[in-house]
């Protein structure tokens, strides 16, 4: 047990159920400001571009033993496709974005771009989950870490107002799907 953890982990409880005595809003409806906006939109990226390729040369770069070489090409061949594939779903089916004129509607195909009408599935909680995924079946001992980095960011696109809850499940369940499926693949 990483007793570091523990003594932040107890003083966060504390502070939040003293907030909470106090009657300070904890609610989703909270507005983030700052640092802490900026935080959040960085959480919120896990599994996208830039995040997955950094991810992947840190495998290469640290990680040259022959059982896990393949984590690198699992990472890269997972979060790709998994991005593509929810690409080529929210052209297709075009929903709109919560707080939208038309909110919540499918409105089918559309070979433009427009962010207001590609809100299914989620395609930040797809790639954070098929980045997850990869990372703890090569790396398990750091599974809470990765596990926690996907939930955060799903849970930050619901409370950033930018999926429905059903757009993030769905999300959750492509990137799941199609990493399960990346690492049945023989790579190198």
């Known amino acids: 047990m990483n007793p570091t953890l523990l003594i932040c982990l107890l003083a966060t409880t ?6 909470e005595r ?3 809003s904890v609610t989703l409806a909270l507005t983030f400001k700052g640092d802490v906006k900026r935080e959040t939109r960085w959480l919120a990226q896990y599994g996208q571009a830039i995040c997955t390729v950094v991810a992947a040369l ?18 890269i061949i997972a979060v790709t496709t998994t991005s593509l594939v929810a690409f080529a779903i929210k052209r297709l089916v075009g929903r709109v974005r919560p707080a939208r004129e038309q909110a919540g509607r499918f409105l089918g195909p559309s070979l433009r771009h427009a962010n207001w009408r590609e809100s299914f599935p989620s395609s930040h ?18 599974a809470d870490v990765f596990w926690a980095l996907a939930i955060v960011c ?25 990493a399960c499926f990346t690492l049945q693949l023989k790579l190198t």
């Open 14 to 19: 504390g502070i939040f159920l003293l907030a």
């Open 125 to 142: 909680s797809a790639s954070a989950f098929a980045l997850s995924v990869v990372l703890v079946h090569f790396y398990p001992q750091a």
């Open 154 to 178: 799903a849970i930050l696109r619901y409370i950033m107002d930018a999926h429905w809850p059903s757009d993030v499940i769905a999300g959750i369940t492509l990137g799941y799907v199609i």
């Open 22 to 24: 106090l009657g300070a």
């Open 58 to 75: 840190l495998v290469f770069r640290l990680d040259r033993t022959p059982a896990h070489m393949r984590a690198f090409w699992s990472i």
